[in-house]
């Protein structure tokens, strides 16, 4: 764990947040290979479970909710972890993660355990009274539910459909840890699919395994991750069914992801909260009923450490030992790297500018590098998991014959391997292994 951590910080994946005022806990700033590693994984999650579909709708709610949208679904009553005391030093754990009575820092008592509610209060606008509390959103789900009606009366989509939302979720964790894997300010990626009352279970059946999918095409390694069905009592208060998505993290198997079969529980409660009727009207058998709902719930930041912890690896390579992150094509912040052999020959760096200014056209991310030997460059390229270095040398320029002219070399990262490829080819040969 601590060198993916370090790599992360050192190569701008990960930086805590505001590092230079002493850091803020449960907070870090995502650096451009970061940024660029969470976007393909969105943008991913987006095209499989949105654009590619016609049964999905998406949305980009307001992460400021009126405060009522939080009561309506039980969050101002239940969303609480269980909080502890040291009546020594004072400071607070999260009950269930400590043993025993005894403080885990001063071995002071613990008092006794209350209900802390985690989420994030603040007032909209300049009065700061109980009228203007409003709370930053703890899920993605509330802006979905609240906007049920809107996409019904907008689309008119039959049952099943669901709606999607990529955004911030924030958390007063008790405890922050583990990383990015317990943050206080996280993404999520999560899918409210409306479903008939009787046919949940099969629309329950058809999440699981399309989760299972997602888990496949972001590349973690079978066997890596694990289900638990979450039984009754430690369920959240909405849930009928859950089963938890568990990843094999280097801190131990944790939650990776949630499905859970939500009932209309959102739906009625919402109804009741804001006295607007949120059932559905079904034109087929002219009945108005309230859809039953599955949630299939990701978070980004999860999904990025176990993508980097899957990924990392280390090994020897012509002698020397080396660090490189084995990530799959699609979801590498730099997909390929373009070379000059040398820096100072203008003819190879106007060349590789060429290939470059190409490839950048049709590959997501592309990056020119003629710093240092090509050695370096190689593992500096490892290191951040770009899978293809393309190198322009004297034989692309047709000094070792025309048999070679206008190809390059393609160096892979896993292999260490190098073929030679005509410049012609070249952007249907890395299409056919990214996208
Ligand atoms: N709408 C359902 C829901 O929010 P959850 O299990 O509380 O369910 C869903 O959260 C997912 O959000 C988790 O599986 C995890 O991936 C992510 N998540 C939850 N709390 C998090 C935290 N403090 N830091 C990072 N990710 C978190």
């Keep these: 764990m601590e060198r993916i951590v370090s790599l992360a910080k050192r190569r701008g994946f990960v930086y805590p947040g505001s590092e230079i005022y002493g850091g803020l806990a449960g907070t870090w700033d995502y650096g451009p290979l970061g940024v660029a590693l969470k976007n393909n994984l969105k943008d991913l999650w987006w095209k499989m479970f949105v654009t590619d579909r016609e049964d999905m709708y998406g949305v980009d709610a307001a992460i400021l909710m009126n405060s009522k949208v939080w009561e309506a679904s039980g969050h101002t009553q239940t969303f609480t972890d269980p909080l502890v005391e040291c009546e020594k030093c004072k400071r607070r754990f999260r009950a269930d993660h400590v043993d025993g009575t005894a403080c885990p820092e001063c071995k002071g008592t613990l008092g006794e355990a209350r209900q802390f509610n985690m989420m994030f209060k603040t007032h909209v606008g300049a009065t700061e009274d109980e009228s203007s509390v409003s709370y930053l959103r703890p899920e993605t789900a509330g802006g979905i539910f609240v906007n049920f009606k809107n996409v019904v009366d907008s689309f008119h989509p039959k049952l099943p459909f669901g709606i999607a939302q990529i955004g911030k979720a924030f958390r007063n964790e008790i405890s922050p840890r583990d990383f990015v894997f317990r943050s206080r300010e996280f ?99 002219k009945e108005r009923l309230t859809p039953h709902v599955i949630e299939p719930s990701f978070g980004v930041e999860r999904t990025m450490l176990a993508v980097l912890a899957s990924a990392y690896a280390e090994d020897e390579l012509g002698g020397e030992k080396r660090v490189f992150l084995r990530f799959k094509p699609r979801i590498a912040p730099v997909t390929a790297a373009v070379f000059p052999l040398l820096k100072n020959k203008p003819e ?44 322009i040398d004297f034989d692309t320029l047709g000094e070792g014959g025309e048999d070679k002219k206008d190809t390059v070399t393609v160096r892979h990262r896993d292999s260490g391997e190098q073929e030679r490829v005509a410049l012609a080819e070249l952007p249907s040969y890395l299409k056919s292994r990214v996208l």
Aim: with cysteine.
């Design 187 to 285: 993404e999520q990626m999560e899918i409210e699919y409306f479903v008939r009352p009787e046919a949940w279970e099969e629309h329950f059946t058809a999440w699981h395994r399309l989760m299972k999918e997602w888990i496949e095409a972001i590349g973690l390694p079978e066997g890596s991750v694990h289900e638990l069905e979450v039984a009754d009592g430690d369920r959240a208060h909405y849930s009928k069914r859950t089963i938890d998505f568990e990843f094999d993290f280097p801190f131990g198997r944790k939650e990776l992801y949630g499905l859970a079969y939500r009932t209309d529980f959102d739906l009625k409660s919402h109804t009741e909260g804001s006295s607007v009727e949120l059932s559905y009207f079904d034109e087929e058998t």
């Design 348 to 391: 190879l760096v106007a060349k590789a500018r060429s290939v470059y200014a190409d490839l950048k056209e049709i590959l997501p991310s592309v990056v020119f590098d003629d710093n240092g030997n090509i050695g370096k460059r190689y593992r500096r390229q490892d290191e951040i998991g770009t899978p293809f270095c393309i190198t």
